[in-house]
C-alpha cells in the first residue's frame, strides 16, 4: 500500500482532511483539479463561486461564525481576485488557509505560465505565506501552516502549489516517515500568566471603583465569551466591544453596554472618561482605539491589556500594563475573585452605564420618531435608522443579520444597540472588519445560511456595497442557500458624498452618484423574489413576503441620504491628508 502513488493535488486534500477542516471554497480552475480531485475522493463539501474573492470572503465567513479554519482554493489568476479577501480575513484575525495553484517550479522565474509572484504579496497579509517547493514535504507545510493559522494570534496563511507539484505523483504516505508520524490536529496552544504578575493586576482590579472591560478578537478566536459575560455579570463590571469585529455578546446581554465608539455608542465616552481601570481583554491597541491614547483613554485611567501571543503584546506596547495570558484563563481567574471574597464592587458604577445607555436609547428614538413621522406627512424617505430597526422588527430570535456598507453600516450599529437594549434578541450579527471592505455582505450572508440552514438570514446592504459584491448572490442560486437581501438604496456611495459636502470648498459631491437601479429586478431574474419599497408602511408586509417566500429575495428600499455620527466626526475632524 505503502507505495501507491497519488497526485501532488490528492495529497493537499488529504493533508487538510486530516486537520479536520470540513468546507472548501473555490473556482473551479485547471491549476487545482488535482487538489479538486482529492477533495472529491476525500468527500469533502467544495463550494464552486462565480469569483475568487467571493470564494475568500466566503471561507472567512464560514471560519468566523464556527470559528474553525476553512480552504480558499483557486488558481494563479485567481490569487490576485482572492487578495482583497486575504486582507479582510487578515484584519479580523480568521484562520483561513488560502491555497493557490501557481506556475511550474522547474522553471521559476522564467515567465511560466501565469506566473506571479504570489507569495511575496500574500506575505504582508498572513502571518505565514510559503510556496510548497519539495512534493514529499506536502504534509509538513500543510502542518506548519495550519498551526500558524490556529496558534497565538489566529489569522490567515497562504500556500503556493506549483503546477507541477501539483499534478506530480508521490507515494501516498510521503511524510509520515518522520516525525510528527501523525497529522492528525492537535490542541491549540495556551499562555498561562507569570503569577506575579497576574497578581499585580488582580489586585488593582479589586481595588478599582470604576473599572470597564473591552473585548476583542482573542476573546472570540478562543471560545471564551460567556467566560466574559460571567466575568462582568458577576463583578459588576460594564462590557464593551471594540468596533468592526463579529459581537461576542448578544446586545441582550446585562453586562454588555456596546461599542467602545463615542460616536456609534456615545455612553461609552462617559465610562471610558470616568473609570479608573480598563481591561482591554484580546483587543489591540490601534486606530479604532486612538493607539492607548487620550483624548479617548484618559490619562488618569489604568490602561491593561491582556493578550494571548506575543504578537498582540508588541502590539499594545502602549499600554500602562502588558499581561501574557490566554483570554479564558484570565476571565476564569478574574471571576474566582468573587468567589474567594475578595470583590467588593456594588451595582453603583455599573447601574449609572445601564442609566446612560438607556438616556441615549430613549432620546435617539425620541429624535427619529420626530423625524420619522415628519417623513410620513412630506412623503419622505424611509430615515437608515429606522431602517434597520425595522428590519429587525422582522426578525426572529434564531435568525442571523448581515450588515454591509458605509453610513448603512453605522447606522446599522447603532440599530443592533438600541433594538438590543430593548429585548431585541438575534441568533447572530456579521459585518465587515477593520478595513470596511465593501461588498462582503452577500458572501457572508451565505456563510451564515451555510451553517445555520433553519435560520432566516437577513443582509442590509447599502447600494454601492451591493454593487461591490452583489454578483455573488449566483452562489446562493446555485447552493439553494436562500437569503433576504434588502437594499439600503440611496442613489449613491452616500458615505462619501458626505465627506466630499464637507470638505470641498464648493460643498457639492463629485464621482459618487448611481443611476436609478432596479435591485430587485436582478433577483427576479435570477429566479428569486423581488419587491421596491418606496414608503416606510410598504416595509413590514414587503420583508414578511420576502421571508415567506422561500426563494432568495431582495427588498429594494428607496432610503434617505443621512450622515452618520462617525462618518460627520471623522469628516469634521479630517485634515486635506490626514483621516487620524
Given at each position: 500500500?505503502?507505495?501507491?502513488?497519488?497526485?501532488?493535488?490528492?495529497?493537499?486534500?488529504?493533508?487538510?482532511?486530516?486537520?479536520?477542516?470540513?468546507?472548501?471554497?473555490?473556482l473551479?480552475?485547471?491549476?487545482?483539479?488535482?487538489?479538486?480531485?482529492?477533495?472529491m475522493?476525500?468527500?469533502?463539501?467544495v463550494?464552486?463561486?462565480?469569483?475568487?474573492?467571493?470564494?475568500?470572503?466566503?471561507?472567512?465567513g464560514?471560519?468566523?461564525?464556527?470559528?474553525?479554519?476553512?480552504?480558499?482554493?483557486?488558481g494563479?489568476e485567481?490569487?490576485?481576485?482572492?487578495v482583497?479577501?486575504?486582507?479582510?480575513?487578515?484584519?479580523?484575525?480568521?484562520?483561513?488557509?488560502?491555497?493557490?495553484?501557481?506556475?511550474?517550479?522547474?522553471?521559476?522565474?522564467?515567465?511560466?505560465?501565469?506566473?506571479?509572484?504570489?507569495?511575496?504579496?500574500?506575505?504582508?497579509?498572513?502571518?505565514?505565506?510559503?510556496?510548497?517547493?519539495?512534493?514529499?514535504?506536502?504534509r509538513?507545510f500543510?502542518?506548519k501552516?495550519y498551526?500558524?493559522?490556529?496558534?497565538?494570534?489566529?489569522?490567515?496563511?497562504?500556500?503556493?502549489?506549483?503546477?507541477?507539484?501539483?499534478?506530480?505523483?508521490?507515494?501516498?504516505?510521503?511524510?509520515?516517515?518522520?516525525?510528527?508520524?501523525?497529522?492528525?490536529?492537535?490542541?491549540?496552544?495556551?499562555?498561562?500568566?507569570?503569577?506575579n504578575?497576574?497578581?499585580?493586576?488582580?489586585?488593582?482590579?479589586?481595588?478599582?471603583?470604576?473599572?470597564?472591560?473591552?473585548?476583542?478578537?482573542?476573546?472570540?478566536?478562543?471560545?471564551?465569551?460567556?467566560?466574559?459575560?460571567?466575568?462582568?455579570?458577576?463583578?459588576?463590571?460594564?462590557?464593551?466591544?471594540i468596533?468592526?469585529?463579529?459581537?461576542?455578546?448578544?446586545?441582550?446581554?446585562?453586562?454588555?453596554?456596546?461599542?467602545?465608539?463615542?460616536?456609534?455608542?456615545?455612553?461609552?465616552?462617559?465610562?471610558?472618561?470616568?473609570?479608573?481601570?480598563?481591561?482591554?481583554?484580546?483587543a489591540?491597541l490601534?486606530?479604532?482605539?486612538?493607539?492607548?491614547?487620550?483624548?479617548?483613554?484618559?490619562?488618569?485611567?489604568?490602561?491593561?491589556?491582556?493578550?494571548?501571543?506575543?504578537?498582540?503584546?508588541?502590539?499594545?506596547?502602549?499600554?500602562?500594563?502588558?499581561?501574557?495570558?490566554?483570554?479564558?484563563?484570565?476571565?476564569?481567574?478574574?471571576?474566582?475573585?468573587?468567589?474567594?471574597n475578595?470583590?467588593?464592587?456594588?451595582?453603583?458604577?455599573?447601574?449609572?452605564?445601564?442609566?446612560?445607555?438607556?438616556?441615549?436609547?430613549?432620546?435617539?428614538?425620541?429624535?427619529?420618531?420626530?423625524?420619522t413621522?415628519?417623513?410620513?406627512?412630506?412623503?419622505?424617505?424611509?430615515?437608515?435608522?429606522?431602517?434597520?430597526?425595522?428590519?429587525?422588527?422582522a426578525?426572529?430570535?434564531?435568525?442571523?443579520?448581515?450588515?454591509?456598507?458605509?453610513?448603512?453600516?453605522?447606522?446599522?450599529?447603532?440599530?443592533?444597540?438600541?433594538?438590543?437594549?430593548n429585548?431585541?434578541?438575534?441568533g447572530g450579527?456579521l459585518?465587515?472588519?477593520?478595513?470596511?471592505?465593501?461588498?462582503?455582505?452577500?458572501p457572508?450572508?451565505?456563510?451564515?445560511?451555510?451553517?445555520?440552514?433553519?435560520?432566516?438570514?437577513?443582509?442590509?446592504?447599502?447600494d454601492?456595497?451591493?454593487?461591490?459584491?452583489?454578483?455573488?448572490?449566483?452562489?446562493?442560486?446555485?447552493?439553494?442557500?436562500?437569503?433576504?437581501v434588502?437594499?439600503?438604496?440611496?442613489?449613491?456611495?452616500?458615505?462619501i458624498?458626505?465627506?466630499?459636502?464637507?470638505?470641498?470648498?464648493?460643498?457639492?459631491?463629485?464621482?459618487?452618484?448611481?443611476?436609478?437601479?432596479p435591485?430587485?429586478?436582478?433577483?427576479?431574474?435570477?429566479?428569486?423574489?423581488?419587491?421596491?419599497?418606496?414608503?416606510?408602511?410598504?416595509?413590514?408586509?414587503?420583508?414578511?413576503?420576502?421571508?415567506?417566500?422561500?426563494?432568495?429575495?431582495?427588498?429594494?428600499?428607496?432610503?434617505?441620504?443621512?450622515?452618520?455620527p462617525?462618518?460627520a466626526?471623522?469628516s469634521?475632524?479630517?485634515?486635506?491628508?490626514?483621516?487620524?
Amino acid at each position: 500500500m505503502a507505495n501507491k502513488k497519488i497526485r501532488g493535488g490528492s495529497l493537499i486534500a488529504r493533508a487538510i482532511r486530516d486537520k479536520g477542516i470540513e468546507k472548501v471554497f473555490t473556482l473551479s480552475g485547471g491549476f487545482c483539479n488535482p487538489a479538486l480531485e482529492g477533495f472529491m475522493e476525500c468527500q469533502m463539501e467544495v463550494i464552486n463561486c462565480p469569483h475568487e474573492q467571493i470564494a475568500g470572503h466566503l471561507a472567512d465567513g464560514h471560519t468566523r461564525i464556527t470559528r474553525k479554519p476553512s480552504v480558499c482554493l483557486v488558481g494563479p489568476e485567481g490569487f490576485a481576485n482572492a487578495v482583497p479577501s486575504m486582507m479582510e480575513a487578515w484584519g479580523e484575525r480568521s484562520p483561513v488557509i488560502f491555497i493557490t495553484g501557481s506556475s511550474s517550479l522547474k522553471r521559476q522565474g522564467s515567465g511560466g505560465f501565469k506566473e506571479i509572484d504570489d507569495v511575496s504579496i500574500a506575505a504582508p497579509l498572513t502571518k505565514y505565506s510559503a510556496s510548497i517547493t519539495d512534493g514529499t514535504r506536502i504534509r509538513e507545510f500543510v502542518d506548519k501552516a495550519y498551526r500558524i493559522a490556529t496558534n497565538g494570534y489566529p489569522g490567515a496563511v497562504h500556500l503556493s502549489v506549483p503546477v507541477d507539484i501539483m499534478f506530480s505523483s508521490f507515494a501516498e504516505d510521503a511524510g509520515l516517515e518522520e516525525r510528527p508520524f501523525s497529522h492528525q490536529k492537535k490542541p491549540i496552544a495556551k499562555a498561562w500568566p507569570d503569577p506575579n504578575h497576574i497578581t499585580e493586576i488582580l489586585e488593582l482590579s479589586c481595588n478599582s471603583k470604576k473599572p470597564v472591560l473591552i473585548g476583542g478578537h482573542g476573546i472570540w478566536w478562543s471560545g471564551s465569551e460567556k467566560k466574559l459575560e460571567e466575568a462582568g455579570n458577576s463583578l459588576n463590571i460594564p462590557i464593551f466591544n471594540i468596533p468592526y469585529h463579529q459581537k461576542l455578546l448578544g446586545e441582550e446581554a446585562e453586562a454588555y453596554m456596546g461599542l467602545a465608539d463615542i460616536h456609534q455608542y456615545p455612553p461609552s465616552k462617559f465610562a471610558i472618561d470616568e473609570s479608573d481601570l480598563i481591561l482591554m481583554v484580546g483587543a489591540r491597541l490601534d486606530n479604532q482605539m486612538n493607539f492607548g491614547n487620550p483624548p479617548l483613554f484618559p490619562k488618569s485611567t489604568k490602561l491593561v491589556c491582556i493578550n494571548g501571543s506575543h504578537e498582540e503584546i508588541e502590539l499594545n506596547r502602549a499600554a500602562d500594563i502588558n499581561l501574557l495570558c490566554d483570554t479564558g484563563v484570565f476571565l476564569d481567574t478574574l471571576s474566582k475573585l468573587k468567589k474567594n471574597n475578595k470583590w467588593n464592587l456594588d451595582r453603583k458604577w455599573f447601574d449609572q452605564n445601564k442609566t446612560k445607555k438607556k438616556e441615549w436609547v430613549d432620546k435617539s428614538l425620541k429624535d427619529l420618531s420626530i423625524e420619522t413621522k415628519e417623513a410620513e406627512i412630506n412623503g419622505g424617505k424611509i430615515h437608515p435608522l429606522q431602517l434597520a430597526l425595522d428590519v429587525q422588527d422582522a426578525m426572529g430570535e434564531k435568525d442571523w443579520l448581515v450588515i454591509d456598507g458605509g453610513n448603512t453600516h453605522f447606522w446599522s450599529e447603532i440599530a443592533i444597540n438600541i433594538a438590543g437594549a430593548n429585548g431585541k434578541k438575534l441568533g447572530g450579527i456579521l459585518h465587515p472588519g477593520t478595513f470596511s471592505m465593501l461588498g462582503v455582505g452577500v458572501p457572508f450572508a451565505i456563510s451564515a445560511k451555510n451553517v445555520h440552514p433553519k435560520s432566516n438570514v437577513v443582509l442590509i446592504s447599502g447600494d454601492g456595497a451591493f454593487l461591490s459584491g452583489g454578483l455573488s448572490i449566483e452562489a446562493a442560486f446555485q447552493e439553494k442557500k436562500p437569503i433576504v437581501v434588502v437594499i439600503d438604496n440611496n442613489g449613491g456611495l452616500d458615505c462619501i458624498s458626505q465627506q466630499q459636502e464637507r470638505l470641498f470648498e464648493s460643498g457639492k459631491h463629485f464621482a459618487t452618484d448611481f443611476r436609478d437601479i432596479p435591485f430587485h429586478k436582478i433577483f427576479e431574474g435570477f429566479g428569486g423574489h423581488g419587491e421596491l419599497v418606496t414608503k416606510r408602511e410598504q416595509l413590514a408586509p414587503a420583508l414578511k413576503r420576502a421571508i415567506e417566500s422561500g426563494k432568495t429575495a431582495c427588498v429594494n428600499v428607496k432610503a434617505k441620504g443621512v450622515i452618520s455620527p462617525i462618518v460627520a466626526a471623522v469628516s469634521d475632524k479630517r485634515d486635506k491628508a490626514s483621516i487620524e
